[in-house]
């Protein structure tokens, strides 16, 4: 995630080397027209930028290996000899880089005869020496064995930070001893020996129990005593090897000593006008709106390729031995990032059954690993047990990043089978969704067509349709290993294509680092708990509801003159436009009188028969979604009900959540609060609700900086009867509770754009009583006023409307001919602001709270979120901390000009609690 920007900035020192390579290989090989590579530069400059605006340092180095051999070649001929020569794509991308670097004001330094390594190592010590906070942007482990109490590593690529105590979770020791474990180990990819045989475990096992390679070699005789496999010929092996240890050892020690040139490593303006040259030689479009004075939000898009993408599934491999996994293993490991993806049996991510995973480290370069097709005649495969075995160090890594699309799903799934999968840097949804929310469905498909222009391999194109379709583990491995290699490179090509596009907006690289990332484990904990419900009390809800039903079907009957089907469209229409000669006030598409829901609600204030089919209609949506399907969703393997939250759906930033629906059902009418009563705590447990007070009017308050309610927040008043007793112009006291009613319709429809027409709708007033309310409301709140107008012509300027937190949402419609898309646009500007806040906000507090409570040592369970609402289970003697720790958690996510309000309460079940 972002770092902290400290008081005092600390000095930067860039791994531009290690960057450098791995921008080249994790991002897409853009060229410019004419032909020039330009991928490396921008994933390089992209990172630098962040660095920047996390740190806003003032002194920083980028260190860069320079040409021909250093002093470890001398030690030992073969030191990297298996690394490849540069490619000559990346070659090419050098130089403009270092004129990109240089424009940018950035220090750049190449030394002779040493490596970046040893560079930043020698500044860093000498900075520390000066008592100087150093923070090394790099993705080499090496440089763990720099950290100090002064010296911090940073991932840009995987957002990991890693101070004393993040090398030793890390590692397993802590800074001192990881040129030890590296001398032990070796390392593959720079080609140091190590010690045959000598693994991770094993190296850790003797560096806890006997100290580093000094200590080990005057102790071989202890070795044979640690708990380790192969102890009692162990110390035979490293007293055979000791000369390859300590060769190792010198290989990988940073020089903290280089003989260099005074440095001047102060940030220096930058050169607009060669970065602008430089920038548009290099046709990164968004970065050169941006430095003419645009914001580059969507330039960037042209980037996308036009001509379809036709992939070369030849680079895939499927793998069934051992050996292969644990090369390919060991390659996502030194990669630092890769795209993962999982095939199940099922999308329910509680039944789901793990067939295979795969992962790609390089568009095109992908691998399928089966464990579980199961048709007859399937050729044999490695056992989950034993993937497992090979990858879940891999895969609950954190400081390895996982690429994924929609990987909530894949960490449910990997949970029920024993991985607590850690790490996640990027989800594709998620960033298509932060990109822009309404420019597309964020699904795979979808965006692969958008972005890549490319048709991926349909799930029914392998598995049939309807009630015959195949499983995926009764597909042909030669099919289903195709498909889910598939799977894993286009997640990674996708991350190439909206990346780019996501880091040129800092905001929204927040959102999506700050709120949306951190949320994924969040939601999926909550979502593997699920819900207590009582099946019995539901069931006789149902009975209760059929009742119901046939008592208002038979009074339709009578209204109607004539029994009909209500539930029939067709028969409706003829009772009321035919037979009642009610007026027609809207036709469907093929020129029926409507009898949908809308309209119904609006001949309800005039006829009897509309009001009681919605009433029938509401009852029988609530039978057959929740108390009739409700028991029927309860998971033999838990015992509960278990939502879906969906973070990519809803256009302002809110969670939706299906399977049930939650955020749906009625706490106003009794039938709804009798199904809340079902959602119960189990023996000796409590509900506990907290619920934002009015949270959308604080934000108004806070962004229309109206002095009026601003007070009527501060000082703690009933918001509703402060804004009649200013429109009304009366006394707190003397307030009515009507005349309050038609306050708190007056202040939430105007967030909702109501017009004089709608509140007088609601309110049963004629319209010139309404418009008279919101002309007093306005007068007293001239602020929201201002605000209003201020947004609509932001809105019609930018396009686009953000909340507090940086979020955006997009307007296509604001300048539309047509009148009523663009008023809707416009009521949609006034109202996303602050619904999306208020969805930033109670993101922002379910991170803070599940942090909490993952340490906290109570039992206590998020079992949901619902509009405004978390919704605890928890035994009752936890209770009392829970709301101590829990309402000034909610409170300070985040920090209004009116004080925020969290009010919980507790009872035997939601509906209680509520």
């Not at 590692?171 to 045959?196: H, Q, R, S, T, Y």
């Not at 800092?506 to 969040?522: A, H, K, W």
Request: aromatic residues 6%; contains cysteine; hydrophobic residues 40%.
């Amino acid at each position: 995630m972002s770092a902290q920007t400290p008081a005092t900035p600390p000095l930067i020192l860039v791994d531009g080397s290690s960057y450098l390579y791995r921008a080249f290989h994790a991002l897409p090989p853009l060229t410019t027209a004419g032909g020039q590579p330009t991928g490396a530069i921008r994933g390089v400059v992209s990172m630098l930028r962040k660095l920047i605006a996390d740190y806003q340092p003032t002194r920083m180095a980028v260190v860069f290996d320079a040409k021909g051999k250093t002093f470890r070649d001398e030690l030992f001929a073969d030191y990297k000899a298996q690394r490849p020569p540069m490619p000559d794509d990346l070659r090419a991308q050098v130089e403009p880089l270092y004129a990109v670097i240089r424009a940018m004001g950035l220090p750049l330094l190449v030394e002779d005869g040493v490596e970046a390594d040893d560079v930043i190592g020698t500044l860093a010590r000498d900075a520390a020496a000066a008592g100087e906070a150093v923070v090394i942007s790099t993705g080499d482990k090496d440089m763990a064995q720099l950290v100090d109490e002064h010296i911090t590593l940073v991932n840009t690529m995987n957002q990991t930070v890693m101070d004393p105590a993040g090398v030793r979770e890390k590692f397993g020791v802590g800074p001192e001893l990881i040129i030890d474990l590296l001398a032990l180990m070796g390392d593959k990819v720079d080609n140091i020996p190590g010690v045959p045989g000598v693994g991770e475990k094993t190296a850790l096992a003797l560096l806890t129990g006997l100290g580093g390679i000094d200590a080990i070699y005057r102790d071989l005789d202890k070795v044979a005593g640690l708990e380790v496999r192969g102890a009692r010929t162990l110390g035979a092996k490293l007293a055979e090897h000791e000369e390859a240890a300590r060769l190792s050892y010198l290989l990988a020690t940073i020089k903290v000593d280089c003989p260099l040139a005074p440095q001047a490593l102060e940030i220096t303006a930058a050169d607009q006008t060669a970065l602008l040259e430089l920038f548009r030689e290099l046709e990164f479009k968004g970065w050169v709106a941006e430095l003419e004075g645009g914001d580059g939000s969507t330039a960037d898009s042209a980037d996308a390729p036009a001509a379809p993408l036709t992939l070369d599934r030849s680079g895939y491999q499927t793998i069934t031995d051992l050996p292969l996994l644990e090369q390919w293993v060991d390659r996502l490991r030194a990669a630092g990032c890769f795209a993962f993806d999982t095939e199940t049996t099922s999308l329910d991510y509680m039944a789901a059954q793990l067939v295979g995973l795969s992962f790609a480290i390089t568009p095109g370069e992908a691998a399928y690993v089966p464990v579980g097709h199961d048709y007859p005649g399937a050729p044999e495969q490695l056992s989950w047990e034993q993937v497992r075995g090979a990858m879940q160090t891999l895969l609950e890594d954190p400081t390895i990043g996982k690429i994924g699309q929609n990987l909530k799903y894949d960490m449910s799934v990997l949970a029920s089978h024993g991985v607590a999968l850690q790490g996640i840097a990027y989800d594709t949804m998620l960033e298509s969704y932060v990109l822009d929310s309404v420019a597309s469905r964020h699904d795979m498909d979808t965006l692969a067509k958008r972005h890549l222009n490319h048709d991926t391999i349909s799930f029914e194109a392998i598995a049939g349709k309807g009630a015959k379709q195949l499983t995926f583990n009764q597909i042909p491995l030669e099919q289903a290993a195709d498909y889910a290699a598939e799977d894993a490179d286009v997640t990674l090509r996708l991350h190439q294509a909206l990346w780019p596009q996501l880091s040129t907006q800092p905001t929204l690289v927040s959102v999506f680092e700050d709120i949306e990332l951190p949320l994924i484990p969040v939601l999926s904990r909550i979502e593997r708990t699920g819900c207590f419900v009582d099946a019995d009390m539901l069931r006789h809800q149902s009975q209760q509801l059929a009742r119901s039903m046939m008592t208002l079907e038979q009074e339709a009957h009578q209204l109607a003159g004539q029994p009909f089907n209500l539930n029939s469209p067709k028969q409706l229409g003829e009772i009321l436009y035919d037979k009642l000669g009610i007026p027609v006030i809207k036709k469907t598409p093929k020129g029926a009188p409507s009898t949908a829901e809308p309209v119904l609600a609006e001949l309800a204030d005039e006829h009897a028969l509309p009001r009681v089919i919605m009433a029938h209609r509401g009852l029988s949506k609530l039978k057959s979604t929740y108390t009739d399907k409700l028991p029927e969703m309860i998971s033999p393997r838990s015992g509960r009900v278990h939502t879906s939250y969906h973070q990519a759906v809803a256009a302002t930033g809110r969670l939706s959540s299906s399977d049930p629906n939650l955020q749906n059902i009625p706490v106003r009418s009794e039938e709804g609060r009798r199904i809340r009563q079902a959602f119960r705590a189990p023996e000796g447990r409590r509900i506990v609700a907290a619920d934002y007070s009015q949270i959308e009017l604080r934000i108004m308050a806070h962004l229309s900086g109206d002095a009026g309610l601003r007070d009527a927040f501060a000082e703690g008043l009933d918001i509703h009867r402060a804004t009649a007793a200013e429109v009304w112009e009366k006394t707190l006291d003397t307030v009515t509770d009507n005349e309050r009613r038609n306050a708190k319709a007056i202040n939430f429809g105007l967030i909702y754009g109501m017009s004089a027409f709608g509140l007088a709708r609601q309110l049963g007033i004629p319209r010139h009583e309404a418009q008279d309310y919101i002309d007093r409301y306005f007068a007293r709140y001239p602020g929201v006023k201002e605000y209003m107008e201020r947004t609509r012509a932001l809105a019609a300027e930018q396009g686009f409307v953000e909340t507090l937190f940086g979020r955006r949402l997009y307007l296509p419609e604001i300048h539309s001919r047509n009148a009523a898309l663009r008023q809707g646009a416009e009521r949609t500007a006034i109202n996303a602001p602050m619904q999306g806040t208020a969805a930033d906000i109670i993101k922002r507090a379910m991170i803070s709270v599940d942090d909490w409570l993952q340490q906290a040592g109570l039992d206590v369970l998020m079992i949901m979120q619902v509009h405004d609402e978390l919704v605890f289970e928890v035994a009752a003697a936890d209770v009392p901390a829970l709301i101590e720790g829990l309402c000034p958690r909610m409170e300070a996510a985040a920090e209004l000009s009116v004080p925020l309000k969290v009010e919980t309460g507790v009872g035997d079940n939601w509906d209680e609690a509520h």
